[in-house]
C-alpha cells in the first residue's frame, strides 16, 4: 500500500551532506552576488555590504570564472563580443578584464600578443564606455 | 542512445522485491510510453544498495502508475516502522508528465539515525539527478521544510514558486531581523515581485547568504522547483551537489 506521499518532509540528513567547506561557501556567496548585480536588485557595492564580502574578494571570483573565457575568442569574434555586451554588461566586471590583460601575461607572451591584447584592451574600453553611458542615461 | 526498458529489466526488477500496481497497460509499455530513457532497473538496484541494508525490518518496494493525466509513476520504499523517527527508512518520489515535459516529485526521504551523517542522502540525491539527465526531467520540485531544507535547497538554488510563502517568509524576516539586515532582504523581494507581479520563480539562493537570513529560511517551509532546462542553474546544482 502506497504511503501519503506528504505524510513526511524532509530529504534525509541533506543539511549536514551538503555542508560546504569555506572556499565553497565563498564561491556561493559570490555567485549570489553577481546574480544580484545582473538582476539589479544592487549596485555592486551595495551587492558587497549585502553579502559581507570584500571588493578583493569579488574581483578575484570574477576574474577566476571570467579568465579562460575573456582571453580564448574575444578579439574579432562577433557571438562572444555580443555574450560580453549582454551577459556580462557591468563596467565593473569589464573594468576588472581591461586589468586583467596587463597582469596576466609575462613579458615574452605580453610581446608576442601585444597586438591581439591592444585589440581586445580597445574593444572592452569601448563597451565598458557605452554601458556607462547607458546606465548614466538609465 | 535514450534507453529501452525491456521485459527482462522488469524481471530483474520484480526479483529486487518491487511490486508493481495501478494501470491496465503492461509496465514496460507505460514507461517506454511516458517515461523512456529512465533507466529504472540500474536506478533501483543502486538504491537497493543503498538503502536495503539500513534496516532489518522488512522493507515494502512500491511502483505506482497511472496513465490517467497526467501520467504519474511513484516509487516507494519504507520499513514497516517508517514512522519511527530514530529507526524508520522511507522514500518517496513521483514522476509526471505534463506533455512533453516530465516533472520529477521528491517527496520525503528519511533515514535511520544510525544510517545519518554518513553522506547517504547526497548519494540518493545524485542517484536521482543522473536518471533525471538521462530521461531529460524539466523540472524537480519538492517542499522545503523547516530546518532540513528550508534554507539548504534555497542554497541549492531552488526557486520558491507559491508568492504566499514567500511573503510569509519575508515578514518573519522583517520581525526578527534588525532594519539594517532587512533592507536588503526587502531589496530582493520588491526587485523581483515588481518586475514578475504573479511570479513562481522567486530567487531563494539571493536570500540564503544575506545576513541573518540561515536562521529564518532554516525555520521556514516553502514549495521550490529547480528549472533544468537552465543550463546555468543545472551547472551550478551539480557543483552545489557533487
Known sequence: MLLDRKKF????????????????????????????ISDGDFSVDEALEAYGLSKEQYDSYVAKKSKSFIFLSLSGNKETYATIKTSFAVPHVIDIYIEMLDSSFDDQLHFILKDRIGRIKSELEGISSDVKKLKTKA | MLHIITNEEIERIKALGFETTGSTVPFVEFLNEYFPGFRIGEYLAALENLLGSLTQVRITKELSFHESPPPMLIIQYYSGDCEDDQTGLAFSQAFTRHGNEIVAELDYL???????KKGLSKKVLNLNLQQYEAMGVAKI??????????????????????????????????????????????????????????????????????????????GSRWHGELDLNNSDILTKFKNYVA
Open chain 1, 9 to 36: 518532509s524532509g530529504f534525509g540528513d541533506i543539511d549536514h551532506d551538503l555542508i560546504q567547506s569555506s572556499e565553497k561557501e565563498l564561491l556561493h556567496k559570490c555567485m549570489v552576488a553577481e546574480q544580484s
Open chain 2, 110 to 116: 528519511r533515514i535511520p539515525e544510525s544510517a545519518r
Open chain 2, 141 to 218: 520540485k519538492l517542499e522545503a521544510a523547516l530546518s532540513n531544507g528550508g534554507l539548504v535547497w534555497a542554497k541549492a538554488f531552488f526557486s520558491a514558486t507559491e508568492p504566499e510563502e514567500v511573503k510569509t517568509i519575508l515578514i518573519k524576516a522583517e520581525n526578527k531581523l534588525t532594519a539594517e539586515q532587512f533592507k536588503f532582504v526587502e531589496r530582493v523581494y520588491d526587485n523581483y515581485y515588481n518586475q514578475n507581479p504573479d511570479g513562481k520563480a522567486f530567487p531563494m539562493n539571493k536570500w540564503s547568504q544575506l545576513a541573518g537570513m540561515d536562521q529564518i529560511l532554516q
